[in-house]
């Protein structure tokens, strides 16, 4: 069965991530009623306790509302890394290389990301970081990118001493003012890209980090592999598992059978997280597509056989209805 946690279950600690939004805000002037105000959340500093993600996303929303200004995201960002969550935090301190600081974050997601969920990939000299949902917030969907990719960006900057040439893909339409994404992550900016994602030539990966201990890297992680397991969010679950045995044309009864609850349940799960089954299934075929285009070379024929599709026209219609454009004028858009 697979494991995964709801949106609406307590799972992050509220004296790192949630604590750190609040100081931020106060710090700006921002009123604490309003901040709070439906979240749900009492006591922050208590020790041990913990909020849902919903609650953390409630949280982060009203502080977007309240301080209204476009460096916000990126502000947050700034403070999100490495984190105070033990030792996966201080196992991505002591990261000997960038390589190896996109494996921990990967792996960790669930404490240092709890929110979005980063996949690392690579493919004939480049390096990826893409990000998906764990806990679903389509409002929020392009603050928490802004907010994750610049966690990253100046969590690289500190552990390898200089600003790393970072290419960025959204998954969204160009903002109106882009100046926060120059100044917090680059000028390398390509929007409408069906993904969110950093790219980086793979010659960065295994460049030595000045900060950075294998020893005391490897020591950290295994005291975090002696910690409780926290189960990924949802859609980070599911996102997974349809990854898994997208050749196999995934199905939603069988898939909640998996998760462990009824079909009906999976859908009003599922709804609650902003989503549904088809959304989720047909993101990751779009995903696979275009790995597949870009890492592989494939053409369209190459990519209806992979997916399942009888012929490459049926692939071509569904990748429209995914996408709203044809693979041609996608692969062209993403090519410049």
Known sequence: ??????????????????????????????????????????????????????????????????????????????????????APSNALVQAPTLREALAL???????????????????????????????????????????????????????????????????RTAPRHVEQHHVHLSSALRFDCQFDAMLIGA????????????LAAALALRAAEGEPARPAGLLAALYDYLLERVRMAPVLERTAGDFGVSPA??????????THFQAELDQVRTHVALWMFHAQGADNEAVARYLGFHDAANFRRSFKRWTGLTPLLLKAGLAG
């Open 1 to 86: 069965m697979i494991a995964w946690r709801g949106a609406a279950e307590p799972s992050i600690p509220a004296c790192q991530q949630p604590a750190l939004v609040l100081a931020f805000a106060r710090s700006r002037d921002a009123d604490e009623g309003a901040l709070l105000r439906g979240t749900g959340i009492e006591a922050l500093a208590e020790p041990g306790a913990l909020v849902a993600p919903a609650q953390y996303l409630d949280l982060l929303a009203n502080a977007l509302r309240a301080l209204d200004s476009p460096d916000t995201s990126f502000m947050l960002g700034q403070q999100l890394l490495p984190g105070h969550d033990g």
């Open 105 to 171: 974050l990967c792996r960790w997601h669930t404490r240092l990301t709890p929110l979005l969920r980063p996949r690392f990939e690579t493919w004939d000299g480049t390096a990826a970081l893409y990000w998906v949902d764990s806990h679903g917030a389509p409002a929020l969907r392009s603050a928490l990118v802004e907010m994750h990719m610049t966690a990253v960006v100046a969590l690289c900057r500190w552990l390898g001493g200089e600003r790393l040439p970072w290419r960025f893909c959204f998954n």
């Open 203 to 214: 010659e960065w990966l295994d460049r030595p980090w000045p900060r950075g201990s294998a």
């Open 265 to 274: 349940t999976f859908k009003r799960q599922l709804a609650r997280h902003g």
